[in-house]
C-alpha cells in the first residue's frame, strides 16, 4: 500500500500538532483509502487502519466521527477495534450505524451497550436485522415502550420464554405492542391466549380491528380457547372468580361454531355467553326444551337467525318455525334472565317451570 505511507508519516505530525480539522481531513483520506481497498487487505493490514484509525478517533470533530460510523457501518472486515469504540460512544449519532448494520459488532459488545447506555442504543439495536435471545433478553429488559415495539415488530430477532413473557405483560396495555406481538410466529398460543385475557378493551378491540387476517385469526382462536377456560372456571367456582372476556367476540365464535354444526363447542360456548354451567345445557338438551334453548339464546342477546343456528345444531329445526320465531321476538330479555337465574340454581327447566317463570 504504497499511498499509505505518506499518511502514516503525517500522522505522526498532525497527532503532535495538528488542529482538529486537520486531524479530521487525515482520518477522512485514511478511511478513504481503507474503503477503496477493503476487500484485498488481510487481517493483518486491516490491523494497521486499526492503528491508526484508533489514535484519531478521540482528537477528531463530531462530524468526522459520524461521517466515519456511516462509512464503516456496512463493510465486512472493518477494523474491529474502531467499530467498537463508535459503538459505545454516548452520542447516538455517532453509535447508532454501526449499531445498526455492522456486521462486525459482536453479541458481547451489543450486551454491554444494552446494559450501559440509553433508550436511543436500544432503539439501534432492536433495528439490527439478526438478534440472539442473549441480546434481545436486555433490550427488553431495559427498553421503553417504543423500544419494545420495535424489537418485537423485528422479524430476525429471537426471543427467550422470558423474553416474550415480559412483552406479553407490556402488550396487555398497549394496542399496538399487542398487535405487533399477536403476528409473530413464535409466540407460544397459550402465552397469547393469557395476554388475551388479561388485555384492556381498547386492545382486544384493536386485535379485532388488525388489518392483518393472521392477527385476526389467532384472536379467535385464542377467544375460543379463553372461553373453555371460562366454562371450566365456572363449573369448578372454587378454583375462583371467572375471568372477564369480550362478550362480542364470544358470541362471534358461539355463531360461527353454529353455522359450522360444530355441536360440543356450541353447548360449551352458549353456557359461557349465557353465564350457565354447561350440564345445565346438555341437561335442556337431553329434554328436547327447545324453548329453554331459545331463551338462553335471548339472554345470550343472539339475533334471530343466529339462535334458529344454534337450536338447528342442538335439537333440529323447530316443528314450527314461524311461532318460534314469534315467541323469540316478543320474550323479552328481562324474563330471559330470570329464567337464566333459575336454570343456574336447578340446572335445568321443565315447561311447566318456564310457563311460571315467564
Known amino acids: ?150 424489537i418485537t415488530a423485528n422479524p430476525g430477532a429471537r426471543f427467550s420464554d422470558a423474553g416474550l413473557q415480559t412483552i406479553a405483560v407490556r402488550a396487555r396495555g398497549d394496542e399496538e405492542l399487542a398487535e405487533l406481538f399477536a403476528g409473530r410466529s413464535d409466540v407460544p398460543a397459550d402465552l397469547f391466549c393469557e395476554m388475551v385475557r388479561d388485555a384492556g378493551e381498547i386492545v382486544r378491540r384493536r386485535l379485532a380491528a388488525s388489518a392483518h387476517p393472521a392477527v385476526r385469526t389467532r384472536l379467535d382462536h385464542a377467544i375460543a380457547a379463553i372461553g373453555d377456560q371460562l366454562v371450566h372456571a365456572r363449573l369448578h367456582a372454587h378454583h375462583g372468580p371467572a375471568v372477564r372476556l369480550d362478550s362480542d367476540a364470544i358470541k362471534r365464535r358461539l355463531c360461527e361454531q353454529a353455522r359450522n354444526g360444530e355441536r360440543g363447542p356450541v353447548v360449551e360456548t352458549l353456557a359461557a355467553v349465557a353465564d350457565v354451567p354447561a350440564i345445565a345445557v346438555r341437561n335442556l338438551i337431553r329434554q328436547r326444551s327447545d324453548e329453554a334453548l331459545l331463551i338462553l339464546c335471548k339472554a345470550a342477546g343472539l339475533g334471530w337467525s343466529d339462535a334458529k343456528a344454534v337450536l338447528a345444531v342442538t335439537l333440529g329445526e323447530p316443528d314450527d318455525p314461524r311461532a318460534a320465531f314469534q315467541h323469540y321476538i316478543e320474550l323479552t330479555a328481562e324474563a330471559a334472565q330470570r329464567v337464566v337465574r333459575f336454570i343456574k340454581l336447578r340446572k335445568s327447566a321443565s315447561r311447566t317451570e318456564l310457563d311460571r317463570l315467564m
Open 1 to 150: 500500500m504504497p499511498a499509505s505511507v505518506p499518511l502514516i508519516e503525517e500522522l505522526s505530525s498532525v497527532l503532535a500538532s495538528g488542529s482538529a480539522d486537520r486531524r479530521s481531513a487525515v482520518l477522512r483520506r485514511v478511511t478513504d483509502l481503507f474503503l477503496a481497498t477493503s476487500t484485498q487487505l488481510g487481517d493483518a493490514q486491516v490491523g494497521l487502519f486499526d492503528d491508526v484509525m484508533e489514535r484519531l478517533v478521540d482528537t477528531v470533530e463530531r462530524y468526522a466521527l459520524v461521517r466515519l460510523g456511516l462509512q464503516l457501518a456496512p463493510i465486512a472486515n472493518a477494523p474491529r477495534d474502531t467499530i467498537g469504540r463508535l459503538a459505545r460512544h454516548d452520542d447516538i449519532d455517532i453509535a447508532r450505524p454501526v449499531l445498526e448494520k455492522s456486521p462486525r459488532v459482536t453479541d458481547a459488545l451489543l450486551v454491554e451497550v444494552a446494559r450501559s447506555k440509553g433508550q436511543g442504543h436500544l432503539a439501534a439495536i432492536a433495528a439490527r436485522e439478526h438478534l440472539s435471545e442473549v441480546v434481545t433478553d436486555i433490550v427488553v429488559e431495559r427498553g421503553d415502550i417504543a423500544v419494545t415495539r420495535k
